[in-house]
Each structure stands twice: as structure tokens, then as C-alpha cells.
């Protein structure tokens, strides 16, 4: 059985999910499923659930994905907890492959790509190659088993079938075994879940969507979807859709309408899988409520809910002169609009006394470019301070240590520029390592400075870099002066061995240039200790030795630092699941670390009490109270995605993969 609820308010969707748990379907020990499309809606759909039933426990909320490849490990035989085909493998499969094929008749696409062994360049394409065979594998899976049987000729399809040769499970094979085991009766009841919920999901693909129905021949689904009018709206078009649709014949004669137009414009994806759930014929019960009061917010919401665009009649909606339901600021600079926003908070607040931070959302295109602006207004408004929590961020960016360890490892092929080098040094969790305590950094600035250090090791990696060889105002020129003004005083007037010693360093603070010796001859060594190609194994072991050589965290600080341990056994596992055995350079494992330690971040962040600064990403429909949005500036927003070349040609091919730009709509 397939249930369908849909409602214009999520929390009238999770009370009807809270009344469906309060009675488990079989055992009261099995755990009830509930896919979700994120992290915060699993967070808020819990908090929402044990306000309504007293506590929330015994319950998993999986992604789609996810749970699609756990029913496939439980339905069918022989399927690896993992496949070969995930794009983090697939990407080092590709690694092996794609040299190959630079001579091969048929891929002259990739030519330019392959030709000068630029092992950089090769980890890239494969990287995206792997993502849009992922991309295809859910949206497009008739695609791929097309080409497996022969069909098509093109290098997409001929790379397929390379990749096919060493066998391995695939979701898109996986799925029409699943249905077929589905469909013919042949999966035992005790194989599948009690039931099966799905929420909040503003999309899915097709294939996902037809597993779903014949899962639910056999289980009863429920799926809680979002809608914001309760009337049909499938042939909704936009007035751009209707032209285009018409060509050169009159449009009127389409019968096409545009309903409400502000949900005909921004609605289309939301529309076409509400026109794609109700192909599947499910029982519906509607949920719908009508908006309160008569603001301006109200009577948009309603507008929608009721597929009517005001004021066409001529008939004119007269509004309050307090009315602030929806306002617009014109901001001239970031700063100026966190300004505004934590005034026109504290005035809310003021002017609602129920309203509290955890209300209140601020939205934003680009989360990492306000940050600063954040913390500088929200964090230091005193004595009126609104708590606030910033999500969505990575670790890359949200914690100092992880940023400091990329900076490490591209200082290996740098200048050692004096400001890249000192930059370390103000990290707490270097300092412990080398016993530098904070308070003392300005006296090795100083002395820095005064030594005329600019950059370089010394002359001879001056010259390593195809520059001249002098050793003046270098790391060891600089280093070698303050020594020696501990061993030999030369009144800033008397030379040793051509040498004029440093003054400043005697007596206690001596210690601390020794300890600043440590630091920059550990330093100097790291090019040498990673030069070379060599085995992600190998590399595992040397940038985990690079950790405990340069690092020594405190209790927060050690979670970032087992974060990146992780990231580093990750990398390891998907090379050799990969089979990928040749040695790796330094520049290519720093730009898969880049993109590892760039993911999103802890999922905690979400609704932790505050007001919630978070991405404007799609299917982030969580409510709130107040809704903000900043950073909706011209370039920024909506946001524009084209991948170069020949990849763009790729994403262009997968009609059935959602735009970016619908996306965007979806989430606003």
C-alpha cells in the first residue's frame, strides 16, 4: 500500500507521522524507518516527534540512497556492503583506466586531458567523470544497462563497458533485480521492514520512486510530501513554458494555465514529482491548513494555497501600515546587512515576547563568505546578544587545525614564505606541540623581523626553486644570527665567520629560540620526508607521522585531528577497493584531501537552540518562524554551476538529472 499525505505545513505532516508511530506496525524492538533528505530535517523531525509523543527512540532516519543500497544487501544475494561503482571508488578505478585510452580511437574528448601525463589533471577528469556516472546510475539507469548490452558507441558508453569488464555490483543492475524479485513474489516477508515512511522529500528519482511502489505491494509506504495548494497543479505552466510550448501557434489554444504565478515560475520541480507520486496511484489524505491572519505573508501563502493571482480583477488588498511580514533591505555592504538583520531581530523579539532564537533562520547562498560578519556583529553585540549557531560550515573551514594541516602540506613546493611559516605558529595546537606558549609570539615576530627573514630555506632551496642561490634573508640566514647571539654576543658591531649575532637572544629567552629552531628544522625536513611518489598505504603512515610531528590538540582540537586521521584511512580503503596500485604523488592526495576535509560539516550545528545561519541548499524546508535570507546579491544568487569543457557536455546529456537552477527554486 502506498499512503500519500500531503500538506502546505511540514509540522501538520510530522503530527500525522507522530499519531502513525505511536503504534509499531510488527515488533515493538524493530526500529522505525524514515527516510529523510538531510541531516536538520532528521534533527527537527526528531525534536518534533517527542514533543508530541514524549519521547522519540527506536527510530533511523536514512537518506534515500542509503536505504536503497541496505534493501538491496537485504533482498538480493552476494552484494558487498559497498560497491565499486560509488564514486569515491570509482574515481581511482578511473585513475587506472583513463591512461589507456589517450591513444584509443573514439576518445578524442578526453585527449587534451590525458596527453602530457599530468597525473593532477588525470585525478580531476576522473574525479568528475565518476561523478556523472554516479549521476547517471540513479536517474538514468536504463542508460547504463543500455550500454552494457552493446547499444550506443559514443566514449561514454565504450568507457562503460571498460569499467563493466571486471564485473562488480552496480545500483542501476542492483534496482532491476530488486524489482524482479519484487514483482515475482520471491522475497520473504520477514526480509522486509514492518513499514516504511518517507518525509519532507521535495524530489526523487524516478527509478527510486518505482522501487517504492513495488515495495509497497508488499508493505504498507507512507510518504509525507509537501505541497502548497491542495488543488491539482500538474498542468500548471509558467507563462515562459506556455510561449515556448506554443512556438508559433497561438498559446491560448493550449488550454494551458498558469494558476498562481509566483508557484508556476519557482515550482516546477515540485510540481513534476507531485505529477510523478500521483502516477503511481497512492491512497491521499489531505492535511492542509489555510494561513492565519491577513498580512502580506498570509495572503501570499494563501494566494498559492488557493491557485489564485490577486488583484487581477482589479480588486485591490488594502495593508496594515505595521504590517511586517515581509520586508526587503537594501544593504550595502555584508557587515551592513548583519547589522540590519540583528536589529530587526532584537525589534521582533521586542515586538513578539513568544518568539525566541530557536525560531528564527537566516539563509544564505554562501555561508562560508558571512562567517566573519557573523561572529563580528551576533558575536560581540553586547549587552544585547542573540544566540546563534552556524551550520552547514566544513571542517576544513570550521576548525583551524584541519586548514593548518593543508597549509603543511603545501608548504612542501612553496617559497617558505615568512608569513605562510608564521601563520603555523599561531595555532594553539602547534604551539603545544613545540611548547610555544601564546603570550610569546610577538617577541618571535619581532625577531623575525629584525633578522630580515622574507623566505626560503636557504640558498640551496633557493636554488631547488630555479632562483638565484644567495642565503641573505632566509630562514637559516635568520636562525644561524639568533644562535649565535646566544653563543657569542657581537654588540650588533663584531662578525663571526661572516655572520653578525642576534643580541635580543640571551639568557631566559634563549629557550625560546631554540624551541623555535625545533619548529622550522622539523620543517624543513617535511619536503624531503614527502618528496616523491608513493602508495596511499605509504602515504596513510607519513602524513599520520606528519600529524604527531606538528600537532598536539586539546579535547576539541583532537576530534579535527582524528577527522583528518580518518580522511586518511578513507583515501587508503578507496585506492585499494579501487584497485588502483600505482604510486600517488603529494599534489594529488592534497586535492583529494581538500575535498574530503571540504564536506559538510557536523549535522549538530542545525537547531542548536540559537538562531540557525545555514546554507540556502535545495530541499531545506524545514519551518521556522521567521525565515531570513542574506547574501541574495546579483552573481551570487541564483547560483550558477558549468563545468568546463567536455563535462559539460556530459551533464548536459542526463535530461533526467534535476538543474541546479529548479534547485535553487526549490529551496527558497
Given amino acids: 500500500m502506498l499512503q500519500l499525505y500531503h500538506s502546505n505545513r511540514l509540522e501538520s505532516l510530522a503530527d500525522g507521522l507522530a499519531l502513525l508511530t505511536q503504534m509499531p506496525a510488527g515488533s515493538p524492538l524493530a526500529p522505525e524507518t524514515v527516510l529523510v533528505q538531510s541531516n536538520g530535517m532528521a534533527r527537527w523531525l526528531a525534536l518534533r516527534l517527542a514533543e508530541r509523543n514524549g519521547v522519540c527512540a527506536n527510530l533511523r532516519f536514512p537518506y534515500p540512497a542509503a536505504y536503497t543500497w541496505e534493501l538491496f544487501c537485504t533482498l538480493l544475494a552476494e552484494v558487498p556492503e559497498r560497491s565499486v561503482y560509488n564514486p569515491d571508488i570509482l574515481t581511482w578505478r578511473l585513475m587506472s583506466v583513463l591512461p589507456q585510452l589517450k591513444e584509443e580511437p573514439g576518445f578524442e574528448p578526453l585527449a587534451h586531458y590525458l596527453h602530457g601525463g599530468d597525473e593532477l589533471a588525470r585525478y580531476e577528469l576522473a574525479r568528475r567523470l565518476a561523478d556523472v556516472f554516479d549521476q547517471y546510475l540513479v536517474y538514468r539507469p536504463d542508460w547504463i544497462l543500455a550500454w552494457e548490452q552493446g547499444e550506443e558507441d559514443h566514449w561514454q558508453a565504450r568507457l562503460w563497458r571498460r569499467l ?12 532491476e533485480r530488486c524489482l524482479t524479485a519484487l514483482r515475482s513474489g520471491e522475497v520473504a516477508a520477514d526480509k522486509l521492514p514492518a513499514r516504511l515512511s518517507v518525509f519532507g522529500l521535495s524530489n526523487l528519482p524516478p527509478p527510486l520512486l518505482t522501487l517504492l511502489t513495488e515495495l509497497g505491494r508488499h508493505i504498507p509506504i507512507h510518504l509525507f510530501l509537501l505541497s502548497p495548494t491542495e488543488d491539482y497543479w500538474g498542468d500548471l505552466r509558467s507563462e515562459r513554458e506556455i ?24 515550482g516546477r520541480q515540485g510540481r513534476d514529482f507531485h505529477e510523478l507520486l500521483l502516477d503511481q496511484g497512492p491512497e491521499e489524505e489531505a492535511l492542509y491548513e489555510p494561513p ?41 555592504s555584508r557587515m551592513r546587512e548583519l547589522e540590519v538583520l540583528h536589529d530587526q531581530l532584537l525589534a521582533l523579539f521586542d515586538g513578539y515576547p513568544d518568539l525566541t532564537p530557536a525560531d528564527v533562520v537566516v539563509m544564505t547562498p554562501d555561508i562560508e563568505a558571512y562567517v566573519p560578519y557573523i561572529e563580528a556583529v ?10 546563534y549557531t552556524i551550520a552547514d560550515r566544513s571542517l576544513r573551514a570550521e576548525e583551524p587545525v584541519a586548514e593548518a594541516f593543508l597549509q603543511l602540506l603545501e608548504l612542501v613546493e612553496s617559497r617558505f614564505d615568512a608569513d605562510q611559516v608564521t601563520s603555523l605558529l599561531a595555532l594553539p595546537a602547534v604551539q603545544r606541540r613545540f611548547d610555544i606558549d601564546e603570550h610569546e609570539l610577538p617577541r618571535l615576530h619581532d625577531w623575525i623581523r629584525r633578522n630580515g627573514i622574507r623566505w626560503g630555506v636557504d640558498a640551496a632551496h633557493r636554488a631547488e626553486l630555479e632562483l638565484p642561490a644567495e642565503e641573505a634573508n632566509s630562514w637559516r640566514a635568520g636562525l644561524r644570527r639568533m644562535l649565535l647571539g646566544y653563543a657569542l654576543p657581537g654588540d650588533e658591531r663584531r662578525l663571526f665567520a661572516g655572520t653578525l649575532p642576534f643580541d635580543e637572544v640571551e639568557g631566559g629567552v634563549a629557550e625560546l629560540a631554540g624551541r623555535l ?41 583532537e576530534t579535527a585531528l582524528q577527522a583528518i586521521r580518518e580522511a586518511l584511512a578513507d583515501l587508503r580503503a578507496e585506492v585499494e577497493a579501487g584497485g588502483c596500485d600505482e604510486a600517488l604523488s603529494l599534489a594529488v592526495v592534497l586535492s583529494h584531501l581538500r575535498g574530503a576535509l571540504s564536506a559538510a560539516g557536523r549535522a549538530g550545528s542545525f537547531l542548536g537552540g540559537g538562531v540557525t545561519f545555514c546554507a540556502m541548499v535545495p530541499m531545506r524546508s524545514i519551518p521556522f518562524e521567521v525565515v531570513c535570507l542574506i547574501g541574495v546579491n546579483d552573481g551570487e544568487y541564483p ?3 558549468r563545468p568546463a569543457g567536455s563535462i559539460w557536455w556530459l551533464r548536459s546529456l542526463a535530461e533526467g538529472i534535476a538543474r541546479r537552477a529548479a534547485k535553487t527554486a526549490i529551496c527558497s
Fill in 378 to 387: 551576533f558575536g560581540t553585540a553586547e549587552p544585547h546578544r542573540i544566540p
Fill in 243 to 266: 510561449y515556448r510550448q506554443a512556438a508559433d501557434a497561438d498559446p491560448e489554444a493550449l488550454y494551458l494555465a498558469t494558476g498562481n504565478k509566483l508557484l508556476a515560475s519557482l
Fill in 517 to 557: 629552531a625545533e619548529f622550522l628544522e622539523n620543517l624543513f625536513r617535511l619536503p624531503a620526508s614527502l618528496a616523491g611518489k608513493r602508495s596511499a598505504a605509504d602515504w596513510q603512515l607519513a602524513l599520520n607521522q606528519v600529524l604527531e610531528r606538528f600537532f598536539l590538540g586539546d579535547e576539541g582540537e
Fill in 639 to 641: 547560483r550558477q554551476h
Fill in 292 to 332: 492565519a491572519g491577513d498580512s502580506l505573508l498570509g495572503g501570499l501563502q494563501l494566494d498559492i494555497l488557493e491557485l489564485r493571482n490577486r488583484g487581477e480583477d482589479g480588486e485591490r488588498t488594502m495593508l496594515a501600515a505595521a504590517d511586517n511580514s515581509v520586508q526587503v533591505h537594501n544593504c550595502h
Fill in 164 to 175: 563493466t569488464e571486471a564485473g562488480g555490483a552496480h545500483r542501476a543492475a542492483l534496482l
